[in-house]
């Protein structure tokens, strides 16, 4: 009976031990949590995302932008340390995150008009490519309808997509049907149009995948060729001085509530500061694109039918316009930039 009306005394003293523990464990994680949360981003703080292989060339440039827009300090975050790409639009929705590269793949959801460009043509240099859309009346109607949206596009830059074959070198348009090929999705009416079967996987496992047999070609940007080490199980890589391409474009976004709060000369100045660091990358790029052309034999080089591929290109061109009845004129100004024609 004593040793019950001790414990009974004592029970609100056990309570009350038990709770200052509790919170003692748990408030360091929890003030973590928060001064991680996108609803405590400060106002004076400047967040861009980039992607995982752009971080360094970002360091000062995201410095410069603090200095433009008056901010205290600043964030940058790369796409795997923020989620998924979904969680990135979200994040420049709610404003937490102010200026953010997204593949135009992404973008589409919000822009619609962007669905349009991922055009295939015969030209080998992205950086021709980049130079002539940014002077062109297409980004000018890009860009309006991007506003329209209140999604303000402040550049755009196009990245070298490589066609990779464990098996013979697609030659031809008809050396695509009925093979499966590993794709972005926003790639997949390009191939479906080529007869082929497009799907996707996690990026860890495409080459692994090719491996087991699951696919037999793959349509990838160069750094996740360089990064998987694709060029090691290539049994044919189309020529690019005489081969078709298409290109992996993306766009560098700000915010609605960042870009409302500017004022014209700033908005400006952020375009141009755009232009600039697109034409780095695009430096930088080039030179990744011929160390990775250097690791590759010369039996793994194909040549294609350069005539064959220009007659799709063109009967493709023209399908994409009857779909997109929408978009015809800025299809048509697109066309214009990127002509058939190869780069002499």
């Known amino acids: 009976m004593r040793l019950r009306l001790t414990f009974d005394r004592c029970a609100p003293l056990i309570v009350v031990l038990r709770n200052l523990a509790l919170t003692c464990f748990f408030l360091p994680q929890f003030a973590l949590l928060t001064a991680l949360s996108p609803s405590t981003a400060h106002a004076d703080s400047l967040t861009v995302v980039v992607p995982a292989n752009a971080e360094e060339r970002w360091t000062n440039r995201v410095t410069r932008l603090k200095d433009l827009l ?64 940014a002077k062109s009346e297409a980004f000018t109607k890009l860009q309006a309808f991007s506003l329209q949206q209140n999604w303000p596009i402040l550049g755009l830059f196009a990245e070298r997509l490589i066609l990779l074959s ?13 093979r499966r090929v590993v794709s972005y999705p926003f790639y997949h009416p390009l191939l479906v149009q080529l007869g082929a079967a497009p799907f996707t996987m996690p990026v860890g496992e495409i080459f692994a995948g090719l491996q087991k047999g699951h696919g037999t070609l793959t349509l990838v940007p160069v750094h996740m060729a360089v990064a998987a080490d694709l060029p090691s199980i290539a049994v044919g890589v189309p020529d ?48 990744r694109y011929d160390s990775f052309h250097k690791t590759l034999t010369e039996s793994q080089l194909c040549q294609v039918d350069a005539e064959a591929w220009a007659t799709f290109i063109e009967a493709y061109r023209q399908h994409i316009r009857s779909e997109n009845a929408a978009y015809v004129e800025l299809l048509d100004a697109l066309f214009a930039a990127l002509p058939l024609e190869r780069d002499q």
């Not at 043509?121 to 992205?126: E, K, M, W």
């Open 70 to 133: 008056r901010k205290d300090d600043t964030l940058l975050l790369t796409q795997g340390q923020t989620g998924s790409w979904g969680e990135i639009v979200e994040g420049l929705k709610e404003g937490w995150i102010d200026v953010a590269i997204l593949p135009l793949g992404v973008l589409r959801q919000m822009v619609p008009a962007t669905a349009v460009w991922h055009l295939p043509f015969v030209q080998v240099s992205p950086g021709k490519a980049e130079s002539a859309v």
């Open 166 to 178: 464990t098996h013979d070198c697609p030659a031809t348009p008809r050396d695509f049907l009925g």
């Open 240 to 287: 690019p001085r005489n081969a078709p391409m298409t290109l992996g474009w993306h766009a560098v976004v700000a915010s609605p509530a960042l870009w409302a709060n500017l004022k014209k000369p700033v908005r400006k100045e952020i375009g141009a500061l755009t232009t600039e660091w697109i034409a780095q990358d695009r430096r930088h790029d080039e030179q």
